[in-house]
């Protein structure tokens, strides 16, 4: 009986430049997100001090 050869796969070890390109882009794209998160965390502070400060809104309970 002739034994038939199987191709089989040779496993490589992780490509060091390749992990690392990957890993800057995932902290990139999951940066941006919280850097918008903090952008629109501001503009609401901000909203907020702008009419405290005009006086359209108060954080005192009126008292009737």
Avoid: C
Wanted: hydrophobic fraction near 50%.
């Amino acid at each position: 009986m002739a034994a038939g050869r199987v191709a089989h796969v040779t496993l490589k070890g992780p490509s060091v430049v390749k992990e690392i390109l990957i890993g800057m882009g995932v902290a990139l794209f999951a940066g941006s997100f919280w850097k918008m998160h903090q952008w629109n965390e501001q503009r609401k502070v901000r909203a907020f001090y702008d009419l405290l400060e005009k006086g359209e809104i108060g954080v005192v309970v009126d008292e009737e």
